[in-house]
């Protein structure tokens, strides 16, 4: 029930413009889908949460919202999206502007397009980077869904073991 209420609070202000507490509160209901295993609740939360992150120029979130979404527990994403996720990805951590996403209204996205074109302009040290120049941050794997699967077949029924 909390997680309706607050995934409700966060269209509306997604709907008003008001794109960083929509984040916030997006990213507040995520953990809960991801521990309970909500896949189709979890897919369109992060769509939504991307948005966010892509109309504030967060390129901390846009990054870490953006892994999980093009990994593969969250379903009806197609590999060209997944694709276009990962490359914006790329983008992003290159210090270039992502491409926009789609479903944005114009003058939100004319404001993130000149938001992301100032933070690509910013000094370095303004940038929450390292003294070497790179982007650095902590990605807290643990708390998102998992990002892909080792499968190793086995070739015998039976196979020899040393002790």
Known sequence: MRQSLLVEMANEYFSAGDFSKALTLFQRVLWDYRKEHWWQFLTPTLTT????????????QYVTVGLELAGKQPIGISDEERTRILMNMIRVISGDPPEPESNCESRAMDEAVRLWQEAARKEPDQM??????????????KEMAGLGECNQPMRQLMCPCDL
């Open 128 to 141: 929450d980077m390292q003294q070497s120049g790179e982007k650095f941050f902590v990605i807290p794997m």
């Open 49 to 60: 949460a991307l948005k966010c992150a892509y109309l504030t120029a967060d390129w901390q």
